[in-house]
């Protein structure tokens, strides 16, 4: 069973970066999509951002785009998102999620069950 690891969280100042990474522990080929989640305790998943594994497109929520940027690196199974500019209201849970059969718009819009997710990394924006 294919595993998922994120890691890169942390405490950042307002205005600056982070680099989350999620480890795949198979071939990021055996996806469709590949995407990053966000999570606020007592609020609901969002799709930050998400990436096809067959071409280079790429799906960013409004309330990123222009500051977090996703890419995947084949050779390494590994998927990031670079996070610029971070907010306050960026502080969350980060979770990656695998998914085989859906493109990376309903993955990020969460409108079927991703193959695999991990279990998440912290991320605190404070000053």
């Known amino acids: 069973q294919v595993q998922l690891v994120e890691s890169g969280g942390g405490f950042v100042q307002p205005g600056g970066s982070l680099r989350l990474s999620c480890a795949v522990s198979?071939?990021?080929?055996?996806?469709?999509?590949i995407g990053w989640f966000f999570q606020v305790p007592g609020q609901g998943l969002e799709g930050v951002a998400c990436i096809s594994t067959t071409d280079e497109y790429t799906y960013y929520d409004e309330s990123v785009e222009g500051r977090f940027s996703i890419h995947r690196d084949d050779a390494r199974n590994v998927v990031y998102l670079q996070m610029d500019g971070v907010r306050p209201d960026d502080t969350g849970i980060y979770f990656c999620?695998?998914?085989?059969?859906?493109?990376?718009?309903?993955?990020?819009?969460?409108?079927?069950?991703?193959?695999?997710w991990g279990r998440g990394t912290q991320v605190n924006v404070t000053s």
């Open positions: 999620a695998a998914d085989g059969v859906h493109d990376v718009d309903p993955l990020c819009s969460i409108k079927g069950v991703p193959d695999a």
């Open positions: 198979g071939l990021i080929s055996e996806f469709r999509s």
